[in-house]
């Protein structure tokens, strides 16, 4: 067999292998939120939680990277604005609980996230998200000095188990009182009469 025949078959045979790429090579983000980043801060496994479609909670983690200068992170949904204050070589878990016993629960137990120290948790709720369960929501990330960015975030329900603590809870609507007067009270009727005093 010719030395052109052989090199030949031996491509023939690893062909595939020069035209697809290996599996191991794409890295995949397995997660149910999305990632983000905009200068020294980072966005992790962002996603909504919502019941009922307006009132959303937002879930995630807000890395920065930054070594000396806390940073006053904005996420904006719609015209709604909440901040978030991220010390310096800092990560924030939003809405994750601090009852590590309850069911359900999902606080991060690591004490570091891309080399930064964890940052006390805070909760970060929109009232009016229009969040409907399975779409996805455009979240606008943004901090002074930096160019903002959006991603489209994903909505789920607290359906599902690990979430199932974290869905905002409705406002109550304030309900009115009476003030009618009881009937047991002392108003005047208007039927007294006036009675002579003899003297």
Do not use: W
């Not at 020294?40 to 000396?68: M, P």
């Not at 930096?146 to 607290?158: D, I, Q």
């Not at 304030?174 to 003030?179: A, C």
Request: charged share 20%; aromatic share 4%; net charge negative.
């Amino acid at each position: 067999m010719s030395v052109a025949v052989a090199a030949t078959i031996a491509l023939g045979a690893t062909g595939c292998e020069f035209m697809s790429p290996a599996q191991t090579t794409e890295i995949k983000q397995i997660t149910d939120g999305v990632d983000v980043s905009t200068g020294k801060i980072a966005v992790r496994n962002a996603l909504l939680i919502s019941d009922d479609g307006e009132q959303a909670r937002f879930i995630g983690t807000l890395v920065n990277t930054a070594e000396k200068d806390d940073i006053t992170v904005s996420i904006e949904i719609g015209g709604d604005t909440q901040t978030v204050e991220v010390p310096a070589n800092t990560h924030v878990d939003l809405a994750m609980t601090t009852d590590t016993t309850a069911e359900g629960a999902t606080e991060d137990t690591g004490s570091t996230t891309q080399g930064t120290e964890a940052g006390e948790s805070t909760d970060v709720v929109f009232d009016n998200a229009d969040a409907a369960a399975g779409s996805l929501v455009k979240v606008y990330f943004s901090y002074s000095g930096a160019e903002g960015v959006s991603a489209n975030v994903p909505v789920l329900t607290s359906a599902q188990e690990e979430y199932q603590t974290l869905a905002p809870t409705p406002t109550p609507t304030p309900t009115s009182t009476s003030t009618a007067p009881s009937e047991s009270g002392s108003e005047p009727t208007g039927d007294a009469t006036d009675t002579p005093i003899n003297p």
